[in-house]
C-alpha cells in the first residue's frame, strides 16, 4: 500500500467512505473482503486471501476532537473482543488525520507488539497507509 504523509481537510472521511477505499485496495490485493455497511454490528472488514483471514475495524473521522479519541478507543476495544484466531491479521483503520496518527503514535508499542495490532491510514484519494507497531510502513 502507498506510503504517503498528507494529511489535509479533505481527508475527513466518514465511516462508509473508509470502508469503500479499504475494499478497493484490498480487492486490489487480491483479498475477498466482506464489508458491513452502515451501522451493521459485528465485524467490519473481513477479508480473506489464500486461506488467510484480515479482520478491520474502522471508524470514520468524527466531527470533534473529543469525538476522535472516542472512536479511536472505541475501535481498539471493538477489536480486541474479536480476536479470537490466532492466525489472523488484525487491523484498525481511520482516516488519514493528524490526530488518528498521533493516538497510534501514543499506544504503546508493548501493546502494540503484545496483539499485533496494525493502523491503516486511509485518505479521500483511496490511498492506504498501513502501519505496523513500530510505525514503519508494511504491505498488505
Known amino acids: 500500500m502507498a506510503r504517503c504523509f498528507a494529511m489535509s481537510a479533505e481527508n475527513e472521511l466518514q465511516e462508509d467512505e473508509v470502508k469503500e477505499h479499504l475494499r478497493k485496495c ?38 470533534r476532537d473529543a469525538m476522535r479519541v472516542n472512536y479511536f478507543l472505541t475501535a481498539l476495544g471493538e477489536l480486541l ?33 503484545r496483539t499485533g495490532v ?7 484519494n483511496g490511498e492506504v497507509d498501513e502501519v505496523n507497531h513500530a510505525g514503519d510502513a508494511q504491505e498488505a
Open 26 to 63: 484490498l480487492e486490489a490485493k487480491g483479498w475477498c473482503p466482506k464489508i458491513a455497511q452502515g451501522k451493521s454490528r459485528g465485524i467490519d472488514i473481513e477479508a480473506l486471501r489464500e486461506g488467510k483471514r484480515w479482520v478491520i475495524e474502522v471508524k470514520g473521522c468524527g466531527s
Open 81 to 113: 473482543q474479536r480476536m479470537n484466531d490466532p492466525s489472523a491479521k488484525y487491523s484498525v483503520a481511520f482516516p488519514d488525520l493528524v490526530q488518528f496518527r498521533r493516538l497510534w503514535k501514543q499506544l504503546p508499542k508493548f501493546a502494540k507488539e
Open 118 to 124: 496494525n493502523c491503516l491510514f486511509v485518505r479521500a
